[in-house]
T-cell receptor
Framework: DTGVSQNPRHKITKRGQNVTFRCDPI?????LYWYRQTLGQGPEFLTY????????KSRLLSDRFSAERPKGSFSTLEIQRTEQGDSAMYLC????????????????FGPGTRLTVL | KNQVEQSPQSLIILEGKNCTLQ??????????LRWYKQDTGRGPVSLTI?????NTKSNGRYTATLDADTKQSSLHITASQLSDSASYIC?????????????FGAGTRLAVHP
């Protein structure tokens, strides 16, 4: 257990429905990341927050995807009008800069939410 | 284009044997290289992190090497156990800004059989 939690762990939905996932990072971490991972591939970056500010979004994040981190703590990832191609594992990670130096920015991953769109 | 390539794609070994997984990368500017272990249906867990100046790092039965000149890394697993069955992902961090972007390989799927 890395200290990063994600809910739900599994979600099955019908095409066209909206879904929302939640990530609770390690409490003192100010950076939070979302990734998508399809079978047999490594995770792909979606977006990243520093505190409550969303600082970078991948081109993978279409208009149907939105992420928020309203108070700089937990984050939500919403997918609207889901498509079968959205079926994947959605991973959240958090990190904190090492005080006084550049640091490694080591990212600690949650267990993921597996989305299946029927 | 920043890329991380891993070989082999999959590997089957017998319990107690050693194995070595390979990673080649073209990432610039390079910040550090990490190996993660990912059990089926779980998130990745960090095994080792190496910066440009480090060429070897161990974590128990896992030993990672880095050759920054040839842009190659390897992960050696000694005396494998059934619990080592997982995907092993090589990840290179691209620096140059406030946020170090992680470039992931596709992973090597290791199966350890009794």
């Amino acid at each position: 257990d890395t200290g990063v939690s994600q809910n739900p762990r599994h979600k099955i939905t019908k095409r066209g429905q909206n879904v929302t996932f939640r990530c609770d990072p390690i409490s003192e971490h100010n950076r939070l990341y979302w990734y998508r991972q399809t079978l047999g591939q490594g995770p792909e970056f979606l977006t990243y927050f520093q505190n409550e500010a969303q600082l970078e979004k991948s081109r993978l994040l279409s208009d149907r995807f939105s992420a928020e981190r309203p108070k700089g703590s937990f984050s939500t990832l919403e997918i609207q009008r889901t498509e079968q191609g959205d079926s994947a594992m959605y991973l959240c990670a958090s990190s904190s800069r090492r005080p006084g130096g550049r640091g490694y920015n080591e990212q600690f991953f949650g267990p993921g939410t597996r989305l299946t769109v029927l | 284009k920043n890329q991380v390539e891993q070989s082999p794609q999959s590997l089957i070994i017998l319990e107690g044997k050693n194995c070595t997984l390979q990673c080649n990368y073209t990432v610039s500017p390079f910040s550090n290289l990490r190996w993660y272990k990912q059990d089926t249906g779980r998130g990745p867990v960090s095994l080792t992190i190496m910066t440009f100046s480090e060429n070897t790092k161990s974590n128990g039965r896992y030993t990672a090497t880095l050759d920054a000149d040839t842009k190659q890394s390897s992960l050696h697993i000694t005396a494998s156990q059934l619990s080592d069955s997982a995907s092993y992902i090589c990840v290179v961090s691209a620096g140059g800004g406030g946020y170090n972007k992680l470039i992931f390989g596709a992973g090597t799927r290791l199966a350890v059989h009794p």
